[in-house]
């Protein structure tokens, strides 16, 4: 049985629940949803993807009238079928079929179910067919394709069943020669845990270089108590739950950058990053990256997902470079298709127009900052 994606669990759930959603969860009988008070009702054994599902909900305002949005995080999961086209329709229909089935549940005023469908394809072209086929079969069913994604639909996931030798082997050379250089130069890589007694300050270290990131690549973020209740949520445990970690880089008196990750059954994800604006030349990234590589192979993940990136090597991209460092580690780049929407209130209308129009601006804004 394929263990939960993390955005499914409960965990994360409960988490972003302390940050503006509502979780909701459902189990799976058949093709009926049965709504349950939290995946503790499941036995353990047998929290599979296809035996649950996690909806989230958030409230906002449309003028004067507050309204919500549903939103099944990678889920549900795609038939395991070499022909993606063959069963699209099917699939397709399965959102429809989930959004009636858990509408009951969710508050009167949402206007829709927002799914990120578990698809992975190896190139563009590929999702590209998925998504124009799909377009002609939504034409039937009440399901649209989102004007914007919520998680990142394309990424780069290393796979951790070889040995390191043979993990390092299939990087890029410039990355093994830049990680080699990073410990050679005496770089310095900690891991912290909300529990450690100096975590205060080696957390404060980390939002000090996510502010400079800020200023420099016009990157957003959180406030602090978000890293920081996440953090604490994910201190080691002998409780069967995602760990997350906070991961250093430091030279002498200097932080370089940091990065948060999270482990679970299903697979390891790098959450977060940021770095500094000296001693670049010294590649700490590379040698964060590795560490954390090196630390999900030992704690049994199957792959570790760098977890968002833009999608093909186009070097007018204002995150061209992120593009570069992540594809540079080995793993095999996937595309996914993005959202798509099933309709619950005509007020549906109203919000994907404010929704284009904010995707255009901050579209316009990024070209604006990276054009300077």
């Not at 890589?189 to 400079?212: G, N």
Request: glycine share 6%.
């Amino acid at each position: 049985m394929m263990p939960l994606r993390f955005l499914q669990t409960e965990f994360w759930a409960s988490f972003k629940g302390e940050h503006g959603w509502k979780p909701y969860y459902f189990k799976a009988e058949g093709s009926s949803y049965t709504p349950i008070h939290s995946q503790s009702e499941i036995p353990f054994d047998e929290l599979g993807s296809e035996k649950l599902l996690t909806v989230l909900v958030r409230q906002f305002s449309l003028k004067v009238k507050k309204f919500s949005i549903a939103y099944v995080p990678m889920a549900p999961e795609y038939p395991a079928e070499e022909d993606k086209l063959s069963p699209q329709k099917e699939f397709l229909s399965s959102l429809e079929a989930i959004a009636k089935a858990v509408k009951p549940y969710l508050p009167k005023n949402t206007i829709c179910v927002r799914f990120d469908p578990a698809v992975d394809f190896a190139s563009c072209e590929e999702r590209d067919e998925w998504n124009k086929k799909a377009d002609s079969i939504c034409k039937g069913i009440n399901v649209k394709r989102a004007p914007v994604a919520i998680q990142p639909p394309d990424t780069t996931i290393l796979s951790l069943d070889k040995t390191e030798d043979e993990i390092l082997g299939a990087m890029k050379s410039k990355w093994r020669y830049n990680i080699r250089l990073a410990a050679k130069k005496d770089v310095k890589v900690t891991r912290h845990f909300a529990t450690d007694s100096d975590f205060e300050a080696a957390f404060d270290q980390f939002y000090a270089l996510f502010e400079q990131t800020s200023k420099r690549d016009g990157v957003s973020f959180h406030n602090k108590s978000y890293y920081i209740d996440l953090l604490k949520r994910g201190c080691p445990s002998s409780e069967k739950r995602p760990l997350i970690t906070l991961y250093l880089a430091k030279h002498e008196d200097d932080y370089l950058a940091g990065i948060i990750t999270l482990f679970c059954p299903r697979e390891a994800v790098y959450l977060y990053g940021a770095s500094g604006n000296i001693k670049r030349n010294l590649m700490p990234a590379y040698l964060l990256q590795w560490t954390a590589i090196q630390d999900a192979k030992k704690a049994g993940c199957p792959v570790y997902d760098f977890y968002g990136m833009p999608p093909a090597a186009d070097e007018k991209h204002p995150m061209h470079g992120l593009y570069l460092f992540k594809t540079g580690f080995g793993g095999a780049i996937v595309h996914r298709p993005g959202s798509y929407d099933v309709k619950l209130l005509s007020a549906y209308n109203l919000y994907i127009a404010a929704e284009r129009l904010r995707a255009w601006w901050h579209k316009k804004a990024l070209k604006k900052l990276h054009g300077r």
